[in-house]
C-alpha cells in the first residue's frame, strides 16, 4: 500500500467525512442501535477533514512557501462561502426575529458573524471556521521552527501529552471545554501536515499494513464506545489514530473501485454542506416535520442548497 492514495482520494475521503458529519448531525432516529453507535462517532469526520487538509496543505506550502500569498489563497477559500450563509442567517435572528433593528441587534449580528461568540463564549455554531482559519496562520509557524520531521513527530506527541493533562483535569468550565473541541484537533492538523511529504514522496508502507490498520480501527472504535460515557473529550485524542487508520483503509479500497462519483461530488463541496446541514435541520424542525422525516430530508436539502451556494460562490469570485 502506497501513502499517495491519500492524496489521489482527497475528494472522495472528503465525501466519506462529510457524509460523517451530517449523520452524527441528523436526528437519532434508532435509539440503542449498532447504527447509533456509528452515528454517535461521526464526528470522526471533523478529524478526516483536518488529516487531509493538513497533507494538501503542505503539497501547497512546498509549492510555494510565501506565507502571505498562501494565507491568502486560504482565507479566500472559506470566507466567501462562509460569510454569505453566516450573514443572511445571523441578519434574520438578530435584526429580525431576536433583537431587531436596534443597537444590540447589530452588535450581536457582528459579534456572531465574525465567530467573536466563539472564542470568548465557547458558542459552537460554525466553530469549524475559526477553528480552521487560526489552524490556517500555524501552518508557516510549523514549518520555520519545525524543519525535519523527527522535530515535528516529538512535537506532535508533546502536544498530545499537554492536551491529555487539560482533558483530564478536573476543571469544569464549560467555555474550556468547549475550546477543547478545537484544541484536541490540532494534533491531527500537524500530523497531516507531517505525513505530506511522505505522502508527496510516494512511500510504500509494509506488506501487512492494511490488516495493521484495520485492527487499529476496530480497536479504537471500541475504546471510543466506552470513552463516551465518562470521558468523552478523549475521544477526540483516540480519534487521532482512529482517522488515520480510517484513511488508510478507505484510500486502500477506493483504489480498487472504479468509479465513486457521488464521494467526489459532495467532497468538492464540504465547507458548503458544512455549512448548511445544521440550518437544514432547524428548517426542517422549524416546519413541524417528524424526525423521520428531518432524518431523509436534511442530506438531500443540504447537498442540493450546497451546491447552488458554490455555483453562486464561483460566479461572484470571477
Known sequence: MNLYLLSKHRSQLMGIAIFLVVLF?????????????????GNLGVDIFFLISGIGLFFSWTKNPDAGLFLK?????????????????????????EFHFSPEGIWQ????VTNL?????GDLTDWYIPAILAFYLLVPLFFAFLKNEKSQLTFIFLLIVVILGLNLSPAKDMHIGRLLIVINRLPIFLLGLTLGKLVQQKTDLPKYSVVFGLMIFVMCFIFNTFLQKDFYKLTYLVNIFTALSFCLLMSFALDRIRSFGILSFCGSITL????????????CRLLHFSETLCFV????LSVALAFLLSQIVKKLSR
Open 272 to 283: 458548503e454542506i458544512y455549512l448548511l446541514n445544521e440550518r437544514c435541520l432547524q428548517m
Open 73 to 97: 489563497k486560504r482565507f479566500l477559500r472559506i470566507l466567501p462561502t462562509y460569510l454569505i450563509v453566516a450573514v443572511v442567517w445571523h441578519l434574520y435572528y438578530c435584526l429580525y426575529k
Open 109 to 112: 449580528f457582528l459579534y456572531r
Open 297 to 300: 430530508l436534511m442530506p438531500v
Open 25 to 41: 448531525h441528523a436526528p437519532h432516529i434508532f435509539p440503542d442501535t449498532f447504527f447509533d453507535l456509528i452515528q454517535s462517532q
Open 117 to 121: 461568540r466563539f472564542w470568548i463564549e
